[in-house]
């Protein structure tokens, strides 16, 4: 291959790997967390009870409920995901009330009809639809319920030998209602007493959807609100790009036009990151930036002892070809060992770890990978262009290399 | 350049070491003051649309009766809004509503800029997880390090991450700053740094000891430190220079994530230099079974 296609070649490698980078952000966009574009964060732990322990077909169906629950609150984009054995994450975008959100996803919702005593005569599972509406002649909220086949027939059986008698409902510890029986009631009821349409149709959504198979317990909640997660944006984006500009200046200062290659650079870098993290549709948190600051902080470390090397071989007198090549050859074991001692730990931090410490780990992995690639490949091709277009000279632009 | 890096050790473990007691006797007796992700509570941040003093923020929680002794009412430290943050147990979210509700009957403009309630289990399993993954990690590194180098670079680093560990924990005890899961992750990121820092210079004392110029271990060692002195310099001045300037323009979010990293950086690049490269020195007069098999 001659000189003009590998530099043809290498050319296009850049062009591609920034194409990429840009073509799937453009495509897939950051998902940002919570911490950063505001929304609720809830952590919710299954608890075993007297009849049911925890196991995968739980956590289905706990998953299962709480989704649809969450989907007939109106709750755009909201997350669900399982965590570990016994754990759910649910994450909400920017909600008006996020307690009363946290309260109705979390709560286990065990419909019970009770007789005076307390005693429990059926429980809500027989339930299959139950609806939220106005009472024209009764004038306030009611829930209008249907039970399917069995629990009609259980339920006609109770309230016949109970006419006359006064029927308690409760949602789990909470009472409802209490009403007289009148007749014999088969298929259909009522649920009265709300003070609100809101509060009826809350209700009804949990009665609808079902109960939790087992209580939930609420581990963590973290709700940033849409003033904070636009100020946290804000001032992040304000401080990574004059963190970022500090550390352009400082490179062109200590090392002239490689320092400037090494800011190009570090610009790829900044994309392939964005790219790989839109790719891999990852979530971009506070600690995920921790990460990405590491890494930039590894990709410039690369760059300044490729760099030095290359300073030293050219005071031992090579030819500045010469030096650039057995620079980066020399730097490069010293690269690689570093990156993938701290590649281990973020791994066995990626495989080990939840949530926060999770978030650091997987953005550190992408950022040293991006890193590395840069630093050995990228830096090297702009390195050679300049050499091969002759901007690159040896004692001026490696200010410092003479003695 | 000629300055013995290595001869002078015992002046920079000093330094160290009473660096680091000054930071367990304060450990000890002040312990962390640590936020709600390990001890479990809320914290809830509130933005009103008018000024609103701490004492009529007091009167309204005390019609709600959250029935908490160690509540504490502090101004929000957000800038430029009229916030108001306070610290309770952990709160339940029917009390949570039924205090924003107090506060909208009484103020106006009440918005939750944040709320955060965390029950004690969770920050506690989140420090003994990382903890775990740590002494894997250690210990895998222990074994790469030994099979790229030597097992005695593999301590050496180890140490110098110790110390850096020690150093910022210390440093936090000292200033009793709030700590929170943003501090886990700097530290994360100031071992990833440390260790870094810290090969990059082995690499030059394996790569020279190649070249058998050097008269004895000693020599070597230092020859290699200088050698690698400029990168060293470079690399800490930009990174701090980065990490300084999201210190003072990333927000209060950031703030004591950034302050760890700033500690945590300085002392990883003097625990590379000081620390880790002369106790290979240490090792080899000290520790014969992890001695250099050729000189």
Redesign the interface.
């Given at each position: 291959m001659g000189w003009k296609q590998k530099q043809i070649l290498k050319a296009i490698l850049v062009i591609f790997v920034i194409a990429i980078s840009v073509a799937s952000f453009w495509h897939s966009g950051i998902n940002l967390g919570l911490?950063l574009a505001g929304g609720t964060h809830v952590?919710l732990e299954a608890q075993d009870t007297g009849s049911r322990e925890v196991d995968a077909q739980t956590m289905t169906a706990l998953n299962r409920i709480i989704e649809r629950r969450v989907n007939q609150l109106g709750l755009s984009e909201p997350r669900i995901q399982r965590s570990g054995d016994r754990r759910l994450i649910v994450e909400l975008p920017a909600v008006d009330?996020?307690?009363?959100a946290?309260?109705v996803i979390?709560r286990t919702a065990q419909l019970t009809f009770r007789d005076d005593d307390g005693e429990v005569l059926m429980t809500g599972e027989h339930l299959v639809d139950a609806r939220s509406e106005y009472d024209q002649m009764y004038r306030n909220p009611v829930i209008n319920f249907q039970l399917d086949d069995v629990g009609a027939r259980r339920f006609q059986q109770i309230t016949q030998a109970m006419i006359g008698e006064p029927m308690q409902i409760y949602l789990d510890d909470e009472w409802l209602y209490t009403g007289t029986v009148q007749s014999a009631i088969s298929d259909r009821g009522q649920i009265r007493g709300f003070g609100s349409l809101e509060e009826a149709e809350e209700i009804a959504i949990l009665l609808r959807e079902g109960a939790l198979p087992v209580p939930l317990?609420?581990?963590?909640?973290?709700?940033?609100?849409p003033?904070?997660g636009q100020?946290?944006i804000d001032?992040?984006l304000?401080?990574?790009a004059?963190?970022?500009l500090?550390?352009g200046i400082?490179?062109v200062a200590?090392y002239k036009l490689p320092g400037l290659i090494a800011t190009l650079t570090l610009g790829i870098y900044g994309m392939l990151v964005i790219g790989l993290l839109a790719g891999l549709q990852a979530v971009l948190t506070?600690?995920g930036?921790?990460?990405l600051?590491?890494s930039?902080?590894?990709a410039?470390?690369a760059n300044?002892?490729i760099f030095?090397r290359i300073?030293?071989e050219l005071r031992f007198g090579k030819t500045l070809r010469a030096s650039v090549e057995s620079g980066f050859r020399?730097a490069m074991?010293?690269?690689i060992?570093?990156?993938?001692?701290?590649l281990?730990?973020?791994l066995?931090?990626a495989?080990?770890?939840?949530?926060?410490?999770r978030g650091?780990?997987v953005t550190?992995i992408i950022g040293i990978f991006a890193s590395m690639f840069c630093a050995l490949i990228i830096t090297r091709i702009l390195i050679d262009f300049a050499y091969d277009f002759k901007v690159l000279k040896g004692g001026h632009n490696f200010v410092?290399a003479r003695r | 350049m000629n300055f013995d890096f290595v001869g002078n050790r015992k002046i920079w473990f000093t330094v160290s070491i009473v660096l680091i007691v000054v930071g367990i006797l304060f450990l000890g007796i002040r312990g962390l003051n640590l936020g709600i992700d390990f001890q479990g509570g809320s914290l809830i941040e509130f933005k009103f649309d008018e000024r609103v003093s701490l004492d009529e923020f007091r009167n309204v929680l005390a019609g709600v009766d959250l029935d908490d002794e160690g509540a504490v009412v502090q101004p929000s430290d957000q800038e430029d809004i009229y916030g108001i943050m306070l610290r309770t147990r952990a709160l339940t979210p029917e009390e949570s509503q039924e205090l924003t509700a107090a506060l909208r009957a009484e103020f106006a403009g009440v918005e939750q800029l944040r709320a955060d309630t965390v029950w004690p289990t969770i920050g506690e399993e989140l420090t003994w997880r990382a903890l775990l993954a740590l002494v894997v990690a250690s210990l895998i590194i222990i074994v790469y390090i030994s099979i790229r180098f030597e097992p005695k670079y593999a301590f050496a680093a180890l140490l110098a991450v110790l110390h850096d560990v020690l150093i910022v924990v210390g440093f936090f005890a000292l200033v009793f700053r709030e700590i929170n899961t943003p501090f886990v992750a700097g530290l994360l990121t100031i071992i990833g740094y440390s260790i870094n820092d810290t090969i990059v210079i082995f690499d030059r004392i394996r790569e020279n000891k190649k070249f058998k110029r050097h008269k004895d271990y000693k020599e070597l060692l230092n020859a290699s430190i200088i050698a690698n002195l400029p990168r060293s310099i470079n690399t800490s001045l930009t990174t701090l220079l980065c990490v300084t300037t999201i210190f003072l323009f990333g927000g209060v979010t950031i703030k004591t994530f950034m302050l760890t990293l700033l500690v945590g950086f300085f002392a990883g690049t003097y625990s590379s230099i000081f620390i880790a490269s002369p106790f290979l020195l240490t090792i080899e007069e000290k520790i014969p079974a992890l001695r250099s098999k050729e000189a």
């Open positions: 911490d952590v009330n996020p307690d009363r946290i309260e979390g317990s609420i581990e963590e909640s973290r709700t940033v609100g003033t904070l100020v946290s001032q992040s304000r401080a990574g004059l963190g970022l500090f550390v400082a490179m200590l506070l600690p930036i921790a990460g600051i590491l930039i902080g590894m410039v470390d300044i002892i030095e300073k030293e020399r074991t010293a690269i060992d570093a990156n993938i001692t701290t281990i730990t973020a066995i931090l495989y080990f770890t939840v949530g926060t410490v650091f780990a550190l410092g | -």
